[in-house]
């Protein structure tokens, strides 16, 4: 059974349905004999009988031919061949020319575009003999994007390099798998661009929980197998000539996205929590990239349309599209909503050597647990960051003095720049997969903290600080490395400490002594209401306790640090 995530469970009476799939997976092929110049020069051998031709004019040659013979076989059976330039977005390109017939299978459109690939530089020893190096950079040559209809897999795409040894790239879908399997079992689904938007969502997550396991190794190396060298390499080898030199490809993971989705029973629910939960997170958790997509159509109160069809497919989306990301490196998180209600998290790994567990086929099942346990870590960030709490007593308590060891440790005074900028800078951390390390939390704080202080702010003063959050257990260390992240309570407080200084008692008490002596604003939000109400409060409270305030009077914030929440 999947884990569950903090997100998922405290909104589950909300929620209609939830599952789990494997998006984009991108598969790198590649011949071993074509990596290195002396394997290379033997499978020439194999396949010409000698090594006596191998120079750079015959490895042009086979390239010219490649070229020829797609072109050749384009215009012969109808199929469009287009150039592209390096900008084109060549997936939406090719959706347009998607075949209407559902029966169809084969090959239906090919691309040529530019991209960096091996290609082999022959020169020629004292003794007559070929010498073989890498090109260095890699050149930019011509590469072919096949792109096919699948039985099983449904669009599909190769892309291969026009020069020997012929690296590929194949990319497929995890959802059109899925979505094939559901419609020959008869399950009720709506699908919307790579993301089911409706149906029985169980029956949905069950199908694509086999992806994980490890017979997916076996169906991705059999689709790549099954189109590869019958409709990508027979223009550069025939099929005989693939089996004299023994041509084989051995297949690696590049890339893989894999995404946790949840069913909204309505939609105007989601668009509430969702953008509740945005204006929360992203100041506290340090999102860069936050942008709309406005839709067509208001989200429903009700789900109106109550069918179960076999299968629906919308092909644009009519809501609006809120995308809220942050970047790891080569690692991705992406929160956002789809459809009229569907929330969905997205765990990618844009180079899959990030994940740290090998790139080779065989460990697909290891790549696949490491992103769903990125994506579950995400969302309990996130949650724990929306619905913040500071339990009876805390403020209290984290200034209190603790022991690591024999050694004793003042407490967390978060009224201190420096312990807050700490405390910052610990929530911008919170969602990275792989936690941080001491100089990581260092680089994070220097900023924030006053251009004097910067530079005697080092990795020392981070450990220090570090261990006194860690001895309140607003921290943790990964086991077996020298990483650490923030324990779900520990955001928890700190987002609510946080906001309750920067929301609540700082724009209050800003307010507190100047009451608004002119007209009051047409049009005022709701939250500048509540903060008019409770200044109005506070300073009748004020009256009551004989304390003066007006305009240049200090009010002392640690008064409320006695308050529990």
């Known amino acids: 059974m999947k884990q569950a995530d903090d997100l998922s469970a405290y909104y589950e009476e909300l929620l209609e349905g939830r599952y789990d799939c494997i998006d984009r997976i991108v598969l790198n092929g590649y011949f071993p004999l074509g990596q290195q110049g002396g394997a290379f020069r033997t499978w020439w051998r194999a396949l010409t009988g000698s090594d006596a031709t191998l120079d750079a004019d015959h490895l042009m040659q086979m390239a010219g031919r490649f070229s020829r013979r797609v072109h050749a076989w384009a215009k012969e059976h109808d199929i469009p061949l287009i150039h592209c330039p390096p900008d084109l977005r060549k997936h939406e390109l090719a959706e347009k020319y998607l075949p209407a017939d559902p029966q169809f299978r084969g090959l239906f459109l090919i691309l040529v575009a530019k991209a960096p690939a091996l290609v082999w530089e022959v020169t020629t020893c004292k003794n007559g003999s070929p010498h073989l190096e890498r090109k260095k950079p ?49 399950i009720s689904l709506e699908k919307e661009g790579n993301c089911f938007v409706g149906g029985s969502f169980q029956a949905l997550d069950q199908l694509a929980d086999t ?29 005989e000539e693939q089996e004299r030199s023994r041509f084989r490809y051995r297949y690696s993971v590049y890339q893989i996205e894999y995404s946790r989705n949840l069913l909204f029973v309505r939609g ?8 509740g939960l945005i204006d929360r997170t992203r100041r506290l958790l340090d999102v860069p990239v936050l942008r709309t997509l406005f839709g067509r159509k208001q989200r429903p109160r009700w789900r109106t349309d109550r069918s179960h069809g076999v299968a629906r497919i919308v092909d644009q989306s009519a809501y609006d599209l809120t995308v809220f990301k942050v970047h790891f490196g080569a690692l991705t998180l992406k929160l956002y909503d789809k459809g009229a209600r569907v929330l969905r998290a997205e765990a990618i790994a844009h180079n899959i050597k990030e994940l740290r567990c090998g790139r080779s086929l065989e460990k697909l099942s290891i790549m696949l647990a490491k992103l769903q346990h990125m994506a579950i870590d995400f969302l309990n960030a996130m949650q724990a960051a929306h619905v913040s709490f500071l339990p009876d007593g805390v403020l209290d308590s984290l200034i209190e003095p603790t022991e690591r060891g024999n050694r004793r440790l003042s407490g967390v005074d978060l009224q201190k720049p420096r312990m807050r900028s700490v405390a910052e800078a610990v929530l911008h951390l919170a969602p990275n997969p792989d936690g941080f390390t001491v100089q990581e939390l260092a680089d994070a704080v220097r900023p924030s903290l006053p251009e004097v202080a910067r530079d ?3 990795g020392r003063q981070a450990a220090y600080d570090l261990m006194k959050f860690r001895g309140k257990k607003l921290i943790e260390r990964i086991a077996t490395t020298r990483r650490y992240r923030p324990h779900p309570t520990g955001i928890s407080i700190l987002a609510g400490w946080l906001i309750l200084r920067e929301k609540v008692i700082k724009p209050v008490l800003a307010g507190a002594g100047k009451p608004h002596l002119g007209p009051p604003p047409k049009n005022i939000q709701a939250l500048d209401q509540h903060y008019e109400n409770l200044q109005r409060q506070l300073r009748s409270t004020f009256d009551t306790l ?6 240049g009077t200090y009010i002392n914030t640690n008064m409320f640090a006695s308050t529990p929440a």
Request: net charge negative; charged share 15%.
């Open 138 to 186: 890699w050149p930019y040559v011509n590469h072919y994007h096949f792109h096919l209809i699948d039985p099983e897999w449904g669009h599909l795409t190769i892309k291969m390099s026009g020069h020997p040894p012929f690296g590929v790239q194949i990319m497929l879908n995890g959802h059109e798998w899925v979505e094939r399997q559901a419609r020959a079992q008869t």
């Open 211 to 239: 992806l994980c396991d490890e017979h997916a190794i076996g169906r991705l190396a059999e689709v790549c197998d099954r189109w590869v060298y019958s409709s990508c390499l027979c223009f550069a080898l025939t099929i």
């Open 268 to 275: 105007n629910t989601l668009d509430a929590i969702f953008q």
């Open 456 to 458: 005697g702010y080092t």
């Open 546 to 551: 004989h304390i003066t305030v007006g305009p």
